[in-house]
């Protein structure tokens, strides 16, 4: 990317938000704020993020909320969201990735654990899809990792020369 790639953190303790924001653009990341969950809205359509750092605890509109309204928009249905919120049991994670997280991180954490993830969710949204090894052309598949050629879903023999072509 030869622009910064952009982050909205949503966070509503001032401090923590600066903090995190803070280290992200150390780490060469463009980032804005949001204190609530309506403000996060209105900055996401004004402008969408490449991922959202988004707290579940919000007043007013809470994170599950906004977390709905994005997977339900089809322009930001696909943007990655890291939650990083203090609902630390299993079931508060299970919910946060049934409501479409990306990544879950519980407060307290660590701010390298959290760089690590935002750098881990960018690299991903980098790679292409199936990491590029099967190519399909109608009815032709080719697994380039498994080495293997279907035709019509039926398997195909092709010799070491003819594969590397």
Do not use: W
């Not at 930001?76 to 990544?103: N, Q, Y």
């Not at 790679?127 to 090894?133: C, D, K, L, R």
Request: charged share 25%; with cysteine.
């Amino acid at each position: 990317m030869s622009q910064k790639p952009s982050i909205l953190i949503v966070e509503d303790e001032a401090d923590l938000g600066e903090l995190v924001r803070y280290n992200l653009e150390r780490e060469g990341y463009a980032c804005r704020l949001a204190a609530d969950g309506r403000a996060a809205l209105a900055a996401i359509h004004a402008q969408p993020p490449d991922l959202i750092v988004l707290d579940r605890m919000l007043p007013g509109l809470s994170g599950d909320d906004v977390m709905t309204e994005l997977r339900r928009e089809p322009r930001t249905a696909s943007v990655p969201v890291i939650m990083l919120t203090a609902k630390a049991e299993e079931s508060d994670e299970l919910v946060g990735f049934a409501l479409g997280a990306d990544d879950y991180i519980t407060k307290p954490f660590s701010i390298k654990v959290l760089l690590a993830r935002v750098a881990a969710v960018f690299r991903r949204a980098a790679e292409p899809e199936n990491g590029g090894s099967v190519l399909t052309a109608g009815p032709i598949v080719l697994d380039v990792e498994r080495v293997e050629l279907t035709v019509s879903g039926k398997p195909a023999s092709l010799t070491a020369t003819e594969f590397r072509l």
